[in-house]
Nanobody, 122 residues
Framework: QVQFVESGGGLVQAGGSLRLSCAAS????????????IGWYRQAPGKQRELVAA???????NYADSAKGRFTISRDNAKKTVYLQMNGLKPEDTAVYYC????????????WGQGTQVTVSS
């Protein structure tokens, strides 16, 4: 069962912005959403999936170096949703973006959803 549903991707020019949303859909993580660290991962063509940003149950945030200063992760526990505000987008940000609960070693704790495609044109 897919536990998270991503949305908000699209085609944007370099320097533009997008806001991604991640909604908990599966019963497991809907009931424990507020207790989990939730992260945004991305996978570019030919590259491994990487963790871009994460937010803990207490609201602490961590970012990959590539995202620092440009991306902001936030959460709304009442809506069981995590957001990723992406500003100053670059062509190298082009990837499929996924969200998931983050486990030890940054490993995902649930099955992957379909993700949302972000394409940044130069």
């Amino acid at each position: 069962q897919v536990q998270f549903v991503e949305s908000g991707g699209g085609l944007v020019q370099a320097g533009g912005s997008l806001r991604l949303s991640c909604a908990a859909s599966g019963s497991t993580f809907r009931s424990t959403f507020s207790l989990n660290t939730i992260g945004w991962y991305r996978q570019a063509p030919g590259k491994q999936r990487e963790l871009v940003a994460a937010i803990s149950s207490g609201g602490s945030t961590n970012y990959a170096d590539s995202a620092k200063g440009r991306f902001t992760i936030s959460r709304d526990n009442a809506k069981k949703t995590v957001y990723l505000q992406m500003n100053g987008l670059k062509p190298e940000d082009t990837a499929v973006y996924y969200c998931n609960a983050v486990g030890p070693m940054e490993r995902p704790r649930a099955y992957w959803g379909q993700g949302t495609q972000v394409t940044v044109s130069s």
